[in-house]
T-cell receptor
Framework: AQSVTQPDIHITVSEGASLELRCNYS??????LFWYVQSPGQGLQLLLK??????LVQGIKGFEAEFKRSQSSFNLRKPSVHWSDAAEYFC????????????FGPGTSLSVIP | GAVVSQHPSRVICKSGTSVKIECRSL??????MFWYRQFPKQSLMLMAT?????????EQGVEKDKFLINHASLTLSTLTVTSAHPEDSSFYIC????????????????FGPGTRLTVL
């Protein structure tokens, strides 16, 4: 069955500290992987995506993620967190065809301490 | 490019009334659109997949007669919540996916800003 897990429900980091948000997936075919960010009451913003090729993916706002097929993981990282990064982060997995659904993880809420 | 809009952004209605939410792809043609529901502090749950010109495919547990989906054109899908009740209050998000530009290429989903529905 297709699924996405984000082990950390809530994470608190100090501003300027590094960040890593974990994501594990289960998918029967070649996965297409995404990280989205959502501020309170807002829609989703795509941070980055992985389709193929280089397993280290660069995204917007200084975020990057690394695809590790052997671990079925796609963890999101940022070397130095800013207070404006406080939000909800969702990892998602989808398939290749037009009709493939995108399955979202439960989300990780990030708080940033000044 | 690849902008998806939703209207209205917020709606408050009385219990028992019907509410229509529009999802539009502004600068591309969307052969497939998806409707999600999000409860406070929870993830997005896929409700249904709509393909232009055909009936929507609903996820297990979603009432077809309560959540009517119409994808009448390549740029518009509508979700109508019929006989709304307070438990239908939620954040509804749509996404649109265009046709593959290249054979075998992945056609990405683009998300709308969401609609906050409150049923009194």
């Amino acid at each position: 069955a297709q699924s996405v897990t984000q082990p950390d429900i809530h994470i608190t980091v100090s501003e300027g500290a590094s960040l890593e948000l974990r994501c594990n997936y289960s998918y029967g075919a070649t996965p297409y992987l995404f990280w989205y960010v959502q501020s309170p009451g807002q829609g989703l913003q795509l941070l980055l995506k992985y389709f193929s090729g280089d397993t280290l993916v660069q995204g917007i706002k200084g975020f990057e993620a690394e695809f590790k097929r052997s671990q079925s993981s796609f963890n999101l990282r940022k070397p130095s967190v800013h207070w404006s990064d406080a939000a909800e982060y969702f990892c998602a997995v989808g398939g290749k065809t037009s009709y493939d659904k995108v399955i979202f993880g439960p989300g990780t809420s990030l708080s940033v301490i000044p | 490019g690849a902008v998806v809009s939703q209207h209205p952004s917020r709606v408050i209605c009385k219990s028992g009334t019907s509410v229509k939410i529009e999802c539009r792809s502004l600068d591309f043609q969307a052969t497939t659109m998806f409707w999600y529901r999000q409860f406070p502090k929870q993830s997005l749950m896929l409700m249904a997949t709509s393909n232009e010109g055909s009936k929507a495919t609903y996820e297990q547990g979603v009432e077809k007669d309560k959540f009517l989906i119409n994808h009448a054109s390549l740029t518009l899908s509508t979700l109508t919540v019929t006989s709304a009740h307070p438990e239908d209050s939620s954040f509804y998000i749509c996404s649109a996916r265009g046709p593959s530009r290249d054979r075998g290429a992945y056609n990405e989903q683009f998300f709308g800003p969401g609609t906050r529905l409150t049923v009194l």
